[in-house]
């Protein structure tokens, strides 16, 4: 009798975790910059700064960009997180905001057991270069698949 219930215990356990496995999500939260300026004249790019809790981004004159930040898993079962970033241009507030192309992942990290991981990553964006004066919101997404939660 023991055996049938740890083996009916296991495959209670795998199901569960097949069907976290199926899920996917994405997390989304929209900021706007702070404005820094070119500090030393000509020589330095004017800059937008993103803080979004514990990520932050910014986003140079030219089109660079960064972002980093850790990202929380919780639960046993394992997920795997990718952080994203997206440019707009929209109403004080980030409201009726235009996304300029699609996110932007850097990172896909494999999250189990309550963990806290870091993200961090960056690429050019040359559309936001051309559009860097009217930028005036950014959106990090935090996409899951796995048991996210």
Known sequence: MQRVITTAFFFIAC????AAIAQEDVRKLATEPRRTG???GERSLAR?????GDIRAWLLQDGNWHIEGNIQHRGIFCGQYELGIQFGIGS???SNVVWMGSPAYVTMRTHCNNAIRPHSGGDVDY???EAFDRINCAQRLIRCSGNCR
């Open 38 to 40: 070119a500090i030393d």
């Open 92 to 94: 004080p507030g980030c």
């Open 48 to 52: 937008l700064d993103f803080f979004f």
């Open 15 to 18: 199901a569960i975790g097949a």
């Open 127 to 129: 559309a936001a270069a």
